[in-house]
């Protein structure tokens, strides 16, 4: 980790620590707590990091937030940081300055398309856009053109995510937006999709992460028969597949993200990395999930225990920007369309 991402990461950490513990968070049903959490972040430059200077952002490099990502996933953020930093790259990809205050990107899911009717505005409807419903903008993939959106101007169907977050739907019936430029050449929904899922990669990482350490202390600290059940050896059994499944879905997403933060252009290695990475973190979430509750047993479930907190989330993150079948059956196609006497040469190559 270069000096300045750690510099970026270690100021993240501790705005995380002071004010997003999860126990402090559990028991506050007003969410006070989010306003002190959302200007400490702002003040920081984080939600805005992926944009550049000239663009009304802090300039960090790709790297360094998803450096600040992968920690936010760690202590389960239930605000929309990654959103915000998503929706500002998108921005900054057609050189549209970014507004303060929270942002969203839509289309959030493969499927759904905006499209850009002849007068300029824009016109369509977008499904599980995380955040929609706190966001004060919105930015807006529409075929080759990035804009600038009002939330105000959208109708928003207030829905909530299996993590009990936001994730509404948009519809935007012939919208002005408050800025508009043409994307770059080759720039298009797929990728907005794969950085999206990269996001997403290196956020249930870091759920993970988090699993794994409530679930061992725990272990360590709950008696049954006269002993901690971390020295039964059905217990160690699944805490070290917990623990296999964490190590899988970091080493995804990082890769994932180095092959991101690093690569000139939409290639083949992208896709590759960015696909296999929400593939896997995703099956990870689903199977470590499922082990840290049963590590838990009953307490584990309720509503008082932090643990769902990051089990949930890191659930309701497989869907967004593409589930893990969606990424598969892609992978699939470009493997078949690239033909038996490539598949080895791909593979090998990363």
């Known amino acids: 980790m270069a000096e300045s991402e750690n510099i970026v990461v270690e100021t993240a950490e501790k705005i995380f620590s002071d004010l997003a513990d999860a126990q402090t968070i559990n028991h506050d049903k007003n969410g006070a707590w989010k306003a002190p959490l959302w200007q400490a972040l702002s003040e920081a430059g984080l939600p805005l990091a992926w944009v550049p200077e000239e663009c009304g952002g802090s300039g960090a490099s790709l790297a360094e937030g998803f450096a600040v990502l992968n920690a936010a996933g760690r202590h389960a953020i239930a605000v929309p940081l990654a959103e915000t930093m998503l929706a500002g790259w998108l921005l900054a990809q057609a050189k549209i300055s970014s507004p303060e205050g929270e942002m969203t990107v839509i289309p959030a899911t493969p499927k759904d398309r905006i499209t850009r009717n002849a007068d300029g505005t824009l016109s369509g409807r977008a499904r599980s856009v995380p955040f929609a419903k706190a966001a004060r903008h919105f930015a807006v993939l529409a075929g080759g053109t990035i804009a600038l959106v009002d939330a105000a101007k959208c109708r928003i169907e207030a829905g909530i995510g299996l993590g009990g977050d936001g994730s509404d739907t948009v519809v935007l019936d012939k919208v002005e937006p408050k800025a508009t430029k043409p994307a770059p050449k080759g720039f298009d929904q797929m990728q907005l999709m794969l950085m999206g ?27 049954a028969f006269e002993k901690k059940i971390s020295k039964f050896q059905a217990v160690q059994h699944n805490l070290a597949k917990l623990a296999g499944e964490s190590a899988a879905a970091l080493a995804a997403a990082t890769s994932a993200a180095d092959t991101v933060a690093n690569s000139k ?11 296999a990475a929400k593939i896997r973190c995703s099956e990870a979430a689903e199977k470590g999930g499922a082990i840290a509750h049963q590590v838990h047993g009953a307490i584990g479930f309720t509503i008082e225990h932090i643990l ?3 089990s949930l989330r890191a659930l309701a993150w497989r869907d967004d920007f593409g589930s893990e079948s969606y990424w598969a059956v892609e992978l699939g196609k470009l493997v078949a369309d690239r033909g038996a006497d490539e598949l080895w040469p791909l593979v090998a190559s990363r």
Request: net charge negative; charged share 25%.
């Open 308 to 310: 769902h907190r990051f």
């Open 197 to 223: 899922g990269v996001v997403r990669s290196l956020q249930i990482a870091g759920a993970l992460e988090s699993m794994l350490e409530i679930s061992v202390r725990y272990s360590n600290e709950r008696v």
């Open 265 to 275: 252009g939409f290639d083949d290695a992208f896709f590759l990395e960015a696909a």
